[in-house]
């Protein structure tokens, strides 16, 4: 089994920066795709971004140029850098371990 462990999120007012961290543990025999999901109130989880054990990255169209996804292999950790925040990126925001295994999710508020 694999366990992944969020934390960062919190209140930040529009405009602002806020970094996610996720920190993968268990069964991990090799550098698997690490993601972003988020969802927003009343609303199905969507796709923020992913990153490849070789480190290739996809972002959802709305947060491109915003947001940056990295990764640290040696800690098994996957990051979120989350710029320019905006009041519609308010969600709970969850890691994932090759689409498959989910974080408990953390709470993301952006304030107008």
């Known amino acids: 089994q694999v366990q992944l462990v969020e934390s960062g999120g919190g209140l930040v007012q529009a405009g602002g920066s806020l970094r996610l961290s996720c920190a993968a543990s268990?069964?991990?025999?090799?550098?698997?795709?690490m993601g972003w999901y988020r969802r927003p109130p009343g609303k199905q989880r969507e796709l923020v971004a992913n990153?490849?054990?070789?480190?290739?990255?996809t972002y959802a169209d709305s947060v491109k140029g915003r947001f940056t996804i990295s990764r640290d292999n040696a800690k098994n950790t996957v990051y979120l850098q989350m710029n320019s925040l905006k009041p519609e990126d308010t969600a709970v925001y969850y890691c994932?371990?090759?689409?498959?295994?989910w974080g408990q999710g953390t709470q993301v508020t952006v304030s107008s």
């Open positions: 994932t371990w090759a689409a498959h295994y």
């Open positions: 268990g069964r991990l025999f090799r550098f698997n795709t």
């Open positions: 990153i490849t054990g070789g480190g290739t990255t």
